[in-house]
């Protein structure tokens, strides 16, 4: 299994970035998929989440209504649109697969920073 996070980078507040997750080394459409974060000296804070199809998505109340979760099962690939961006929402963004049946995680990309500031 292998998950490769991309689109990070720096941004002023108020900007937007898309971050996407390259999947592999397994079925991704049969996989709900998730987004988590962590900020500098803070513990992981999850995101965002996507069903296997892509028509059920969650979101974490702080990003509701300016970030956008997808997927492309034929490109095996997971987004990430985040508008509007928050200073407080610098961080390490990781794509995770979640095990079966639980809203566990059982493999994580290596990350992409996302760092918002003037």
């Known amino acids: 299994v292998q998950l490769v996070e991309s689109g990070g980078g720096m941004v002023q507040p108020g900007g937007s970035l898309r971050l996407s997750c390259a999947a592999s080394?397994?079925?991704?459409?049969?996989?709900?998929m998730s987004w988590v974060r962590q900020a500098p000296g803070k513990g992981p804070e999850w995101v965002s989440a996507i069903n296997t199809g892509g028509g059920s998505t969650y979101y974490a109340d702080s990003v509701k209504g300016r970030f956008t979760i997808s997927r492309d099962n034929a490109k095996n690939t997971l987004y990430l649109q985040m508008n509007s961006l928050k200073p407080e929402e610098t961080a390490l963004y990781y794509c995770?697969?979640?095990?079966?049946?639980?809203?566990?995680?059982?493999?994580w990309g290596q990350g992409t920073q996302v760092t918002v500031s003037t």
């Open positions: 080394g397994f079925t991704f459409s049969n996989y709900d």
């Open positions: 995770a697969k979640q095990t079966p049946g639980t809203t566990m995680y059982d493999y």
